[in-house]
């Protein structure tokens, strides 16, 4: 199987342009979760899902938003990009919600650059 | 809430030396402990991991951590580095009254290994 998959690699915007970051896993996994990277921050919680249908607000909900309406998929929509958007995305999906340990596994990451 | 620590944001070393990378969290309840590793331009990907049992656990490629509940660390080591190992490496927990779901992530420390 392919794993996590994300796409764009790479997308320079305008601000107040929208875009949808793709992405999909197909292993079947209940949670799925977007973060973000910026230099000297690590990685943020931006959204997550437990399952389709269901979604929550993580750290940095602020000007995304996210809907699961399938367990492969979980975009991510920038409605208005703003330049504080610009940002290294990392999508990532482990098998379950539940206590039991499941290991969290990352897509390869989206580039994005907002003018 | 929980939160990470990685005080030092860059490590140099030379090749075949130890390392030791820093992590201290905060949290009031039980806790899973992670390192990732991040290699240029790719995603993140498990080191290793502590969920209960022995306090000091084996990663891939030679790390190992040791978790310390009183002084609420989980520090990353290495007896001998290669170049190979130069990456980001980041610590993250994620707590029981969350249901484990969520990944806190610290800052991440560059590992520099040089000839």
């Given at each position: 199987?392919?794993?996590?998959?994300?796409?764009?690699k790479f997308q320079v915007l305008k601000t107040g342009q929208s875009m949808t970051l793709q992405c999909a896993q197909d292993m079947n996994h209940e949670y799925m979760s977007w973060y973000r990277?910026?230099?000297?921050?690590?990685?943020?919680?931006?959204?997550?899902?437990?399952?389709?249908?269901?979604t929550d607000q993580g750290e940095v909900p602020n000007g995304y938003n996210v809907s699961r309406s399938t367990?492969?998929?979980?975009?991510?929509?920038?409605?208005?990009?703003?330049?504080?958007?610009?940002?290294?995305?990392?999508?990532?999906?482990?098998?379950?919600?539940g206590l039991t340990y499941n290991e969290q596994f990352f897509g390869p990451g989206t580039r994005l650059t907002v003018l | 809430a929980q939160s990470v620590t990685q005080l030092d944001s860059?490590?140099?070393?030379?090749?075949?030396?130890?390392?030791?990378l820093r992590c201290n969290?905060?949290?009031?309840?039980?806790?899973?402990?992670?390192?990732?590793?991040?290699?240029?331009?790719?995603?993140?990907?498990?080191?290793?991991?502590?969920?209960?049992?022995?306090?000091?656990v084996k990663g891939i490629n030679g790390f190992e951590a040791e978790f310390n509940k009183s002084q609420t660390s989980f520090h990353l080591r290495k007896p001998s580095v290669h170049i190979s190992d130069t990456a980001e490496y980041f610590c993250a927990v994620s707590e029981a009254n969350t249901g484990f779901?969520?990944?806190?992530?610290?800052?991440?420390t560059r590992l520099l290994v040089s000839p």
């Open positions: 199987n392919a794993g996590v998959t994300q796409t764009p990277q910026d230099p000297g921050m690590g990685l943020r919680l931006i959204h997550y899902s437990v399952g389709a249908g269901i367990t492969e998929d979980f975009p991510l929509r920038l409605l208005s990009a703003a330049p504080s958007q610009t940002s290294v995305y990392f999508c990532a999906s482990r098998l379950s919600r | 860059q490590v140099p070393v030379f090749e075949e030396a130890p390392v030791e969290y905060s949290s009031s309840v039980s806790v899973y402990l992670f390192w990732y590793v991040q290699y240029p331009n790719q995603g993140l990907q498990l080191l290793l991991k502590y969920l209960s049992g022995s306090t000091l779901q969520k990944l806190v992530f610290g800052t991440g």
